[in-house]
């Protein structure tokens, strides 16, 4: 297969892979600079970059003069594509648009919430606004609110699927039905239902997913089902430049299948990660002890959560990870050396170039998208094919999976009651 550019709105890189945003501090200037140097997109993470003593004082000013050094340091590595992604579930997460977008980023990922304030917190034309989404549902959504409300649509789509890392936008009880969803159908569904808004505004609207991308052939696979890219995270957590400590990454080196666990995240969302002494100790004791001097997330109720996932995701980057939150793709227990960003990125593309040779039927089939995806809000006792279920015990759900571990992501699905910052009202 030749290997296609990923064209955004007025900025172009040269392969079709994005490198997933990964906090806290997994994914900063040294990771997204060394894949902007092969020619993808390299993704900050914005959230937990300040000094974590002075952040307690004062979260927002600290965390913005923090995402403008790293954007700083990003830029003097690399003159490639960079993107910054905010979680909408941030209490500071207008003010970190705008602060990306005043340090000169033209391309904003934003997960973990419904964007359908984004293009007034960020009205700049020239900067991609790029929605993380799960379901067509939410894709439809989006479209509708950003037209009626500023006659503007998305420059792009971030498609996270049911292998997923980190957190997840969907249900426990919908893990107990993982066959009733896939990354394929989804991407199917979106493709259809952003087919008039690339009508009315004259463009293409590209689609990246994301979520189980493991090899080369994994990307040209969803390239002939209408992808226009992929995002991997995963995969870029093993390399030199990844910014976490050597025992995060070494953790995903150890990890064995039946290590990779969903757990209850204290956002109000379920979560991937690796399971570990931190996860162990949860399991048996219930609760640790939780101070909330951060107020970083606006879902979060320091009173009743079981921990802190500040101080858990943060202890594990800086390589306490008995004492940590590590989290990861379903896949990672496939990761076995670090290597570089330049050598992991050759391997994909030979896969890439490599797949489809001499096999008519790996060209692109709107006909052949049509796999199983059913959306939330429809008849859940509505059962598919049994391929497995899922078990909860205490902090971690051993997910057991059919073909590869199909589950759920939907950024539709209802949310606890929130602090929500007030800019984004």
């Known amino acids: 297969m030749k290997i296609p550019e990923l064209k955004l709105r007025g900025l172009t890189a040269k392969i079709p892979i994005v490198q997933g945003g990964m906090g806290v501090r997994v994914s900063l200037s040294s990771l997204a600079s060394a894949v902007a140097n092969q020619g993808g997109i390299g993704t900050l993470s914005s959230i937990g970059l300040g000094?974590?003593?002075?952040?307690?004082?004062?979260?927002?000013?600290?965390?913005r003069e923090a995402l403008l050094r790293e954007i700083g340091k990003a830029r003097s590595l690399t003159d490639g594509l960079l993107a910054v992604n905010v979680m909408g579930a941030l209490s500071n997460a207008a003010d970190l648009v705008k602060t990306a977008?005043?340090?000169?980023?033209?391309?904003?990922v934003f997960g973990a919430g419904l964007p359908t304030r984004l293009p007034r917190i960020c009205p700049d034309p020239d900067v991609n606004l790029i929605p993380i989404i799960s379901s067509g549902r939410v894709a439809r959504l989006i479209l509708r609110s950003w037209e009626s409300?500023?006659?503007?649509?998305?420059?792009?789509?971030?498609?996270?699927?049911p292998l997923a890392g980190g957190h997840l936008g969907f249900s426990v009880e919908q893990l107990k039905h993982p066959e009733n969803y896939s990354l394929e159908g989804i991407l199917s569904e979106v493709l259809e239902i952003i087919k008039p808004y690339e009508d009315r505004f004259g463009r293409r609207i590209p689609i990246i997913v994301a979520g189980g991308i493991y090899t080369g052939s994994d990307i040209g696979r969803m390239l002939t089902l209408g992808a226009s890219a992929v995002q991997m995270?995963?995969?870029?957590?093993?390399?030199?430049?990844?910014?976490?400590?050597?025992?995060?990454?070494?953790?995903?080196?150890?990890?064995?299948?039946?290590?990779?666990v969903i757990i209850e995240s204290p956002v109000g969302m379920p979560g991937r990660a690796i399971r570990n002494e931190f996860l162990e100790r949860l399991d048996r004791n219930g609760k640790t002890k939780v101070k909330c001097p951060y107020r970083c997330l606006t879902s979060c109720k320091a009173e009743s959560a079981r921990y802190c996932i500040a101080d858990a995701l943060v202890n594990s980057c800086f390589g306490d990870i008995d004492r940590g939150l590590i989290f990861a793709g379903?896949?990672?227990?496939r990761v076995k050396k670090i290597t570089t960003v330049k050598k992991?990125?050759?391997?994909?593309?030979?896969?890439?170039?490599a797949f489809g040779e001499g096999d008519p039927g790996a060209a692109p089939d709107r006909g052949a998208m049509a796999m199983p995806c059913r959306e939330a809000g429809r008849d859940e006792n509505e059962q598919g094919a049994d391929v497995g279920g899922t078990e909860v015990r205490g902090g971690m759900i051993r997910a057991k999976f059919g073909r590869e571990g199909e589950t759920i992501h939907d950024d539709s699905l209802p949310r606890p009651p929130r602090r929500e910052d007030p800019s984004l009202r």
């Open 51 to 63: 000094d974590l003593k002075a952040t307690k004082k004062d979260n927002e000013g600290i965390s």
């Open 101 to 108: 977008v005043a340090g000169g980023i033209r391309i904003i």
């Open 330 to 333: 379903r896949n990672a227990f």
């Open 344 to 353: 992991l990125v050759g391997e994909l593309l030979a896969g890439l170039a």
């Open 233 to 260: 995270g995963t995969r870029f957590v093993a390399t030199d430049e990844c910014d976490a400590s050597d025992e995060f990454k070494q953790a995903y080196i150890a990890a064995k299948e039946d290590d990779i």
């Open 149 to 161: 409300r500023y006659d503007r649509t998305v420059d792009a789509f971030i498609i996270e699927g």
